[in-house]
């Protein structure tokens, strides 16, 4: 995803603990997420979900299927 991209989160791997602990967060399996910025060189990520921003690392990013949402036009 892109700065700006809206999403939906549709599957995630929850072998490593650092997942379970941004799922607690609120990035659970059907959740709108949206991609607020990337820092320069890809790492971290800001994501924002239930009006709040979140940093997370592109490593536990991986971990999270996120599923595009079409652009209302």
Same mark, same amino acid.
């Given at each position: 995803?892109?700065?700006?991209?809206? !999403?939906?989160?549709?599957? $995630?791997?929850?072998?490593?603990? =650092? @997942?379970?602990?941004?799922?607690?967060?609120?990035?659970?399996?059907?959740?709108?997420?949206?991609?607020?910025?990337?820092?320069?060189? !890809?790492?971290?990520?800001? $994501?924002?979900?239930?009006?709040? =921003? @979140?940093?997370?690392?592109?490593?536990?990013?991986?971990?999270?299927?996120?599923?595009?949402?079409?652009?209302?036009?």
């Amino acid at each position: 995803m892109k700065p700006g991209q809206h !999403g939906r989160i549709s599957a $995630i791997d929850t072998n490593q603990t =650092s @997942i379970i602990r941004l799922m607690v967060l609120g990035l659970v399996e059907d959740v709108p997420v949206r991609i607020e910025n990337i820092a320069i060189g !890809g790492d971290p990520i800001e $994501i924002s979900v239930y009006g709040s =921003s @979140i940093s997370i690392r592109r490593q536990d990013a991986r971990q999270f299927e996120v599923m595009l949402e079409p652009v209302n036009g």
